[in-house]
């Protein structure tokens, strides 16, 4: 079973940093591929990025391309999205969830899912 619990969301300025966590407190060692999605207000979940299983490959969304980078840790299920740079559009809810499928940069692949941490950026 994968639990995924997020964590490192809070309120910062434009142009500030942040790094989410996200790690799996089951006892699983099978690793999935990760991803990082979020909801703004108002808006659909959005694909933010993707991390394969071996964290050889990665998917970015535009929104965040250049600016958000995922890796993963050294848990079984951890990952990791540093983000530089931040808008206020980047104002949300950040997800994260795992799958054991192929296509991982698409929402309807995910199986498992966070409660998600919030992330305000203020101007």
């Known amino acids: 079973q994968v639990q995924l619990v997020e964590s490192g969301g809070g309120l910062v300025q434009v142009g500030d940093s942040l790094t989410l966590s996200c790690k799996d407190s089951g006892s699983t060692r099978f690793q999935y591929a990760l991803a990082w999605f979020r909801r703004a207000p108002g808006k659909e979940r959005e694909f933010a990025a993707a991390?394969?299983?071996?964290?050889?490959?990665?998917y970015y969304g535009d929104s965040v391309k250049g600016r958000f980078t995922i890796s993963r840790g050294n848990g079984a299920n951890t990952a990791y999205l540093h983000m530089q740079n931040l808008e206020p559009a980047d104002t949300a809810i950040y997800y994260c969830?795992?799958?054991?499928?192929?296509?991982?940069?698409?929402?309807?692949?995910?199986?498992?899912w966070g409660q998600g941490t919030q992330v305000t950026v203020s101007s």
């Open positions: 991390i394969s299983g071996s964290g050889r490959t990665t």
């Open positions: 969830a795992a799958t054991a499928r192929a296509s991982i940069d698409t929402e309807v692949s995910y199986d498992y």
